[in-house]
Nanobody, 128 residues
Framework: DVQLVESGGGSVQAGGSLRLSCAVS????????MGWFRQAPGKEREGVAA????????YYSDSVKGRFTISRDNAKNTVALQMNSLKPEDTAMYYC??????????????????????WGRGTQVTVS
């Protein structure tokens, strides 16, 4: 079975930091680009960041650019999202997702993730 399991969410004050992690198993992880999405209550899911299979290219939505950093470790089958300078509007459930299409990953800033193949169950981030 394919599994993506997020961790690292929590509650933090505005200006603080959190590091989310996603552990992946059940498929050839290095063949997939990885993305992070978020969904706040009453809002549409939105793309946050994505990273290419070789970790040489990253993509960010304008709302998090300069504050969030996505990274991956293909040896450990993990992807991380370092979130700094958090704002109350960053409050949401955060999901990691996997997709084979580099094109779709590159569109993360305008993506709702409908085309992404595999998903985790999410981890809650609350910024007050």
């Amino acid at each position: 079975d394919v599994q993506l399991v997020e961790s690292g969410g929590g509650s933090v004050q505005a200006g603080g930091s959190l590091r989310l992690s996603c552990a992946v198993s059940g498929y050839t992880y290095s063949h997939y680009c990885m993305g992070w999405f978020r969904q706040a209550p009453g809002k549409e899911r939105e793309g946050v960041a994505a990273i290419s299979t070789g970790a040489d290219t990253t993509y960010y939505s304008d709302s998090v650019k300069g504050r969030f950093t996505i990274s991956r470790d293909n040896a450990k089958n993990t992807v991380a999202l370092q979130m700094n300078s958090l704002k109350p509007e960053d409050t949401a459930m955060y999901y990691c997702a996997a997709e084979t299409s580099t094109f779709l990953c590159a569109q993360i800033a305008t993506s709702t993730g409908a085309e992404f193949k595999y998903w985790g169950r999410g981890t809650q981030v609350t910024v007050s």
